[in-house]
């Protein structure tokens, strides 16, 4: 039980040497895997080099599958880690290669390709190592409910306004349907504009000009939230238990008296 503590100490934080080498091991080894993946997709480099790159991807696999069982074994709750956000990440990082002895190369392809697609998450383990991505996770969390709502508004006009151009345009124009329209209203308000649907009539011009100056009014509301989320978090202040000092969130020792603030 005592080193299920010590290891529990050492794999979940950070605070102690052994705890920051095994971060920074853990931290290249996320980095090199992902270049892995990204160089085995280049077909010259796969041709010449497919065998290291297998036996590469072989040994991350084996790493990343003792780490997520590690961090079962060593977890108090084993099965809230299983079933969090950086557990479902931790199993998407080891699984990929394990699940082809189940879908082997003979069958579908589209199979082989997303198993490999899916070893790219690993990238997400990095957030991990950074209180910058954490208090960024916190914002987008508190914010969570207004970006619905934008999202919901959104949603509502970009179906008012399909609909709309699909009673004005018609299918003559290229509007022969409803969710076709909601398309082209999605991509007009983003501002993207493929140009594979274009109104023809005056009122139909006038509309999409109406929501393409939209689209830049709405841009930087969802930005603004999160912003404004991310600044009050940041403006938390706590109170120093000896002198009774107000410090920032994220201070450790006192700006006014030196003591540590628990």
Not at 61 to 70: A, G, N, R
Not at 194 to 203: A, E, H, K, N, R
Not at 213 to 223: D, N
Request: glycine share 6%.
């Amino acid at each position: 039980m005592q080193l299920r503590n010590r290891l529990y100490i050492v794999v979940f934080y950070s605070n102690t040497r052994a705890g920051k080498t095994f971060d920074v091991v853990l931290l290249w080894a996320i980095l090199l895997s992902v270049l892995t993946v990204l160089l085995e997709s280049v077909p010259a480099l796969d041709s010449r080099l497919g065998g290291f790159f297998n036996g590469v991807e072989w040994f991350f696999t084996l790493l990343f599958t003792l780490e997520y069982l590690l961090r079962i074994y060593i977890s108090p709750r084993p099965n809230r880690y299983v079933f969090s956000f950086w557990g479902v990440v931790d199993f998407l990082s080891a699984i990929p290669l394990w699940l082809s002895f189940v879908f082997p190369a003979t069958q579908l392809l589209f199979v082989i390709r997303f198993l490999r697609f899916i070893r790219i998450f690993r990238v997400l383990k990095l957030a991990r190592f950074t209180s910058e991505a954490r208090s960024l996770a916190g914002a987008l969390k508190s914010s969570l409910y207004k970006i619905t709502i934008f999202f919901t508004a959104i949603l509502i006009l970009v179906l008012f306004l399909g609909t709309l151009m699909y009673v004005i345009e018609g299918a003559e124009e290229g509007f022969d349907s409803i969710p076709k329209s909601i398309y082209w209203a999605i991509i007009t308000i983003t501002t993207v504009g493929y140009g594979d649907l274009v109104p023809q009539t005056d009122l139909g011009k006038f509309i999409a000009s109406f929501i393409m100056l939209t689209g830049y009014a709405i841009i930087a509301v969802p930005t603004g939230i999160v912003t404004s989320e991310i600044a009050r978090q940041n403006n938390v202040r706590v109170k120093c238990r000896s002198c009774g000092a107000e410090n920032a969130s994220e201070s450790r020792f006192c700006s006014h008296c030196g003591e540590k603030i628990s």
